[in-house]
């Protein structure tokens, strides 16, 4: 990142601030970055991205001499003859009061002739800049009237924004015709969206940055953008922090809200407050308009346990406001938090029941106590009722997690859910002539009772051995373990393959194979009744050829039928037929010739 990157995120430190925590710099970062802004200084360039940088990063604070001087001395340095080099020299000289640098009549109206409505923005916003650092009148009108016509030859959002900055260095300036050249709202449009909490443009640091300074240099009247899209812009420049936790109780008992720069920084003198604190499950109103107070870390905090507040969720929206210090997009920033409370369980009762007993006789049990060993049968069930208490203010809640746990001496684990009703009472009830088949597997004996109660919201759960039960369920299933049942050895498959048909008589195959051989017999026999013979076969090379290669066919076909697959075979045929077609041709042309 350059000096001009650096320096426009440093300048809006005193800007824009947020309360939601995203990041911030550490210590060891920010003096890695501040680093870079330590004399000397190579160019005009650096000095002037330095100083702005430093001034922003004290908050207005003064900046370490060596800094100034080196900074001075490249101020004296300036080209007069390039507007640019003008600007760092005006601007970085306005930043240090001791620096005294003359700039002659002729520069000054060189810098005056660049506002023309030929010069682009950046030219534009330079020769205002310095006319406003020497402290020099500029014609306000003449200025918008050549934003309008720079504007308009190229409206990106970093000139726009430029001409913006420009507008607002003016006294008194007609901004009504520049905003409707610059729609502010049309710009925030183009920006990129990153997981629907960030606005930039381009992914450019310096843009975005531009863009927020301009929109924030305007009155708030003149802003036509949503606080939302607004926050999303300054989110991708800006961080601050909540800092009690989002879980608050008794021992942590208030609301604590650093709000800081980039650099981890408080920002001073704000006016906190919480509009509302609302309960998230049934949006009743616990205070609103509340103050925060500051303490002496600058941390802005609201004693919340002082209402008492339930056990629960709750939504703050949160405001904050300063006469110094421009806060935009803060309006109402949520959160929710969450109370924690102890309990105690009370009214604790259990005991066994027979199957059809209607009303049974139930012991009374104290929390964290022991009951007495008790023994069940398939005839049997098992109930406990118990309530949960708020230490707090003493109401009953219900939390989301009841069960009970019995474990057996040889490991075995087996949960149920206990349910409350209207009366926020807690019962559980097994039948264990059903459970004790299903869920324990009839497996008899000794098991240790538990009691299991947890919420988000409770800071004391309860993991409670509250007694110990004989179970009598019959004869145990043989079960595996889970681990067994996974990797024991499983039986061995015998896979039997199809058998084949059964093969015909051999009379059947003898007569087959006869009427296979039948053509070739034929064939002789009516090579004989026409007078086939080879009296004129002449042993001339093609004529041998030509047979040999009839008999290398059928050669070719046995072993086909014998050993060779069919693609093997055609690779042969393939040079066997040829060589028997091309001399088959030519003895065949020998006979008709002959005739």
Same mark, same amino acid.
């Given at each position: 990142?350059n000096?001009?990157c650096? $320096?426009?995120?440093l300048?809006?430190?005193?800007i824009?601030?947020a ?10 970062n920010?003096k ?14 650096d ?41 760092y ?10 620096c005294?640098?003359?700039?002659n ?5 060189f ?5 023309s ?10 020769a205002v ?5 020497l402290g ?15 504007v308009?030859?190229d ?7 430029l ?22 709202e ?5 920006a ?8 930039h ?26 606080n939302?899209?607004? $926050?999303?812009?300054?989110?991708f420049?800006r ?17 604590k ?9 408080p ?8 509009e ?6 049934d949006?009743e109103?616990?205070?609103s308009n ?22 629960g969720f ?7 406001? $300063? ?15 969450k ?11 259990i ?17 964290g ?9 398939t ?5 406990m ?5 708020d230490?707090?203010d ?7 997690q ?7 001496s040889t490991?075995q ?11 926020s009472?807690?019962?559980f009830?097994?039948?264990l002539?059903?459970?004790g088949?299903?869920?324990f ?24 051995k509250?007694g110990?039960?004989?179970?009598k369920?019959?004869?145990a299933?043989k079960?595996?373990?889970s ?8 039986p ?8 084949p048909?059964?093969?015909?008589p ?12 039948l ?8 090579w ?30 046995y ?14 045929l ?8 091309v ?8 006979i008709?010739?002959?005739r």
């Amino acid at each position: 990142m350059n000096f001009k990157c650096l $320096s426009t995120l440093l300048a809006l430190v005193g800007i824009a601030n947020a309360v939601q925590l995203d990041s911030v710099l550490t210590t060891e970062n920010s003096k890695q970055l501040l680093s870079k802004f330590k004399a000397p200084y190579k160019t005009l360039e650096d000095a002037h991205y330095s100083i702005v940088g430093l001034k922003s990063y004290q908050q207005g604070g003064a900046v370490a001499s060596a800094e100034n001087e080196a900074a001075c001395k490249l101020v004296k340095t300036v080209d007069t003859k390039s507007l640019t080099s003008i600007f760092y020299a005006a601007t970085t000289q306005a930043e240090i009061p001791a620096c005294k640098h003359e700039f002659n009549s002729e520069t000054l109206e060189f810098v005056k002739g660049k506002i023309s409505e030929t010069s682009d923005v950046k030219t534009i916003y330079e020769a205002v800049s310095i006319l406003k650092s020497l402290g020099k009148p500029v014609d306000s009108d003449e200025v918008i009237s050549v934003l309008l016509a720079a504007v308009k030859a190229d409206n990106s959002v970093l000139a726009s924004s430029l001409a913006l900055l420009t507008a607002s260095q003016l006294s008194k300036p007609n901004l009504s015709s520049l905003l409707k050249s610059v729609d502010v709202e049309d710009m925030a449009a183009q920006a990129d969206e990153l997981s629907e909490r960030y606005l930039h443009f381009d992914n450019d640091l310096a843009v975005t940055a531009t863009f927020l300074s301009a929109a924030m240099s305007l009155p708030a009247k003149s802003l036509p953008i949503s606080n939302v899209s607004f $926050s999303k812009v300054k989110t991708f420049l800006r961080i601050s922090q909540l800092i009690s936790g989002t879980s608050l109780s008794e021992a942590n008992p208030s609301i604590k809200v650093s709000i800081l720069n980039v650099f981890g920084q408080p920002i001073p003198n704000l006016s906190v407050k919480a509009e509302s604190i609302i309960r998230a499950s049934d949006n009743e109103v616990l205070t609103s308009n509340a103050a925060f107070k500051v303490d002496e870390k600058m941390n802005y905090q609201l004693l919340f346990w002082k209402n008492k507040p339930k056990s629960g969720f709750y939504d703050v929206t949160l405001a904050a406001s $300063s006469p110094k210090v421009t806060l935009v997009g803060v309006s109402e920033v949520e959160f929710r938090v969450k109370i924690t409370t102890k309990i105690a369980l009370t009214n604790l009762e259990i005991g066994t029941a027979e199957k059809d007993q209607v009303t049974p006789t139930l012991n009374s049990l104290t929390y964290g106590g022991k009951t007495e060993s008790m023994s069940a049968d398939t005839q049997q069930r098992i109930i406990m009722k118990f309530q949960v208490q708020d230490t707090t203010d003493k109401s009953l809640i219900t939390p989301h997690q009841a069960f009970v746990r019995f474990v057996s001496s040889t490991g075995q684990e087996i949960i149920f859910v206990a349910e409350h009703d209207k009366t926020s009472t807690y019962k559980f009830e097994i039948d264990l002539a059903t459970a004790g088949r299903e869920q324990f597997n009839s497996a008899s004996g000794k098991y240790s009772m538990h009691l299991i109660v947890g919420d988000a919201t409770i800071s004391n759960p309860v993991f409670w051995k509250f007694g110990d039960i004989n179970l009598k369920l019959g004869e145990a299933k043989k079960s595996k373990s889970s681990f067994e049942s996974h990797y024991s050895a499983k039986p061995e498959i015998q896979h039997t393959f199809r058998l084949p048909e059964e093969r015909p008589p051999v009379f059947v195959s003898q007569a087959f194979t006869a009427a296979c051989l039948l053509p070739i017999v034929l064939l002789f026999i009516f090579w004989a009744k026409v007078g086939a013979n080879l009296g004129k076969l002449k042993l001339a090379p093609k004529n041998i050829i030509f047979h040999a290669g009839l008999i290398g066919i059928f050669v070719l076909y046995y072993f086909c039928w014998k050993s060779l697959d069919m693609f093997t075979t055609v690779q042969y045929l393939f040079g066997v037929g040829a060589v028997t077609f091309v001399f088959g041709n030519s003895v065949l042309s020998d006979i008709a010739n002959n005739r």
